[in-house]
């Protein structure tokens, strides 16, 4: 039978901002005005809508299991809907569809076609179903098993991992204003940013270590060979390296509130170079002898930067992992990169700065969980969230991209990722690597100070007349003259996209308006709620109106933040 996927939820942030401004007055203005919805919430119950055709309209659509693909004609037959995902764990059966099912009708049909076929629940290779800039996937999914199989279950939790990423990874509007300014302040410096590919001896090889539980397995081996590899340290795992006497050759870290407090308690070398975003704030430099800073291709840059790297997010584990691909080494090996836990009572390595903090308090305990697939195929699924499941498919991004000239492998017994080679570190034996100091010194020399025209350029337009074309494009977008079921879910979960087209957002050029993206999705997706949770066309229609209104008073409040270009 039907498996529905919800995640009703709105994450915002708590604390006084304009993303909390934003969301709050959406959903006081739209209780204020319709003091039934809550009753209606609690009830918790959602029905799919009668069109008048007598047809019905349904959320997205995964088909879990092809085969003869009938039950999908007959779905086709009676119901509307604005995607599905197809998947097919066995090629067999999916050839069988082929026979029963007409695909190019399909695409015809719904204007796009999502499918994936193989008996491995990779979440990146149907990822795009959720995609960042939609609505309604992220909130309500049905699931249609085709057959009872028992690979199933793990393709079901790889679904509830990709549908509640996005609301799961706060960073909020105000954090992203806060980026850029600091980005501006560290450009006036002349702070070191990555400038160019440092070029490695052919045998290279790096380590990047992270804190999961796994690496106490692999301290011992990881000390015989420091020698031999160039030794990347996610700031959570410095502590139990020093612990071990193990050398750090580069420290890296996301988080751009470090300082010196944090520092101490990371027990972070103040003496060896750290690798953080060009967004830092300037409070770590004090604690920090050599701070080397890096750019994301695909986030909100302050400015146009020359060499940034991609995939740096969301942890910090992937700008590690992003800056050693970048690098080009022969190998790879990820250490302590578990992102999934027997337990999550265990989810750090001992010796973790936070190993004995209060559990109420552990974000891996306070967020949604779910089943993954264990590096070690002799293991069972290990527990993940979806900020890890996250962080896993940007590595596997990134390890896609330079599957050619890298080789990944995989020591720690987590989550399996997709392009990683498992091994056990007692199986690895490692070459002399001579060169290494000098290899470790071309990555230092590769950041040079913030020079305009060297390393970075101003974007050619404003960012206030960028973001006026945002807003009218936007309003336009999620406008309905006529409220329709299909069009107004047609209308949420392509408006912003649409929109970020039209300022020019393509991939690589600016990315500045991104900083908008949460808290506009935010406001779309609380729109949603309240509309999906009515059956009648006039009660949905009146919502709609209001919301729509409510939204367009909230957004032509919103302005171009100030200090957030660098003075010319």
């Not at 009830?43 to 693909?69: A, W």
């Not at 629940?121 to 199989?149: C, E, I, K, N, Q």
């Not at 940013?193 to 804190?211: D, F, M, N």
């Not at 059956?535 to 229609?541: L, M, R």
Request: contains cysteine; aromatic residues 12%.
């Amino acid at each position: 039978g039907w498996n529905d996927l919800f995640n009703l939820r709105v994450i915002y942030p708590e604390k006084e901002s304009i993303h909390n401004r934003c969301v709050k007055k959406m959903f006081d203005r739209m209780d204020t005005t319709f003091p039934e919805h809550k009753i209606i919430w609690s009830n918790g119950k959602l029905n799919l809508k009668m069109l008048p055709d007598g047809r019905r309209f349904s959320p997205p659509i995964v088909f879990l299991g092809i085969f003869h693909g009938l039950h999908i004609a007959h779905l086709f037959k009676n119901t509307v809907f604005t995607d599905a995902l197809f998947l097919e764990p066995d090629p067999d059966r999916f050839e069988v569809s082929c026979y029963f099912l007409d695909y190019s009708e399909i695409v015809e049909r719904l204007g796009q076609f999502h499918i994936y076929v193989g008996e491995e629940a990779l979440g990146r290779h149907f990822a795009r179903f959720f995609f960042d800039y939609s609505v309604t996937p992220h909130m309500w999914v049905r699931v249609l098993p085709g057959y009872v199989s028992s690979k199933m279950p793990m393709f079901i939790e790889v679904l509830k991992a990709l549908q509640s990423t996005r609301s799961d990874t706060v960073f909020s509007h105000d954090d992203h204003i806060q980026g850029l300014r600091n980005a501006c302040s560290n450009i006036s410096r002349n702070l070191p940013i990555l400038t160019k590919r440092p070029k490695l001896e052919k045998r290279s090889v790096i380590a990047v270590v992270a804190s999961g539980p796994s690496l106490d397995h692999d301290l011992q081996w990881l000390k015989r060979n420091q020698d031999k590899m160039i030794i990347f340290a996610v700031h959570s795992s410095v502590r139990t390296l020093k612990q071990h006497g193990i050398k750090v050759d580069l420290q890296f870290s996301l988080d751009t509130l470090l300082n010196e407090e944090t520092v101490r308690k990371l027990e972070l070398y103040t003496n060896v170079p750290l690798v953080n975003s060009y967004k830092v704030g300037g409070a770590v430099t004090k604690a920090i002898e050599k701070l080397l800073l890096v750019g994301d291709k695909n986030a909100s840059d302050a400015v146009k930067l020359v060499c940034p790297l991609q995939y740096t997010t969301p942890s910090s584990t992937n700008l590690a992992f992003s800056f050693a691909c970048f690098c080009h080494p022969k190998e790879i090996y990820l250490l302590g990169c578990d992102m999934a836990f027997r337990s999550f009572e265990e989810s750090h390595v001992s010796g973790h700065h936070n190993k004995n903090a209060d559990k109420s308090e552990d974000i891996y305990q306070l967020a949604r969980q779910m089943l993954t697939a264990p590096n070690f195929t002799e293991n069972e699924p290990f527990q993940t969230t979806s900020f890890l499941n996250s962080t896993k498919m940007a590595i596997e991004a990134v390890i896609s991209e330079n599957r050619k000239s890298i080789k990944v492998y995989n020591l720690s017994d987590g989550a399996r990722i997709s392009g990683a080679i498992p091994r056990r570190s007692g199986d690895v034996k490692l070459s002399q690597y001579s060169r290494k100091e000098q290899d470790v010194q071309k990555m230092i020399i590769s950041f040079t100070p913030m020079k305009k025209h060297t390393n970075w350029q101003n974007y050619p337009i404003s960012g206030e007349k960028i973001f006026e074309h945002l807003k009218g494009d936007f309003l336009s977008n999620i406008k309905i003259e006529e409220f329709d079921w299909f069009e107004f879910s047609k209308r949420v979960n392509s408006a912003l996209f649409k929109a970020m087209i039209s300022c020019g957002q393509e991939m690589g050029k600016d990315y500045r308006m991104a900083i908008y993206n949460k808290v506009l999705l935010d406001l779309l997706c609380a729109w949603y709620i309240f509309v999906i949770f009515r059956d009648e066309y006039e009660d949905a229609a009146r919502v709609c109106m209001v919301g729509y209104n409510n939204i367009k008073t909230i957004i032509e409040e919103l302005v171009w933040p100030k200090d957030v270009t660098p003075e010319q």
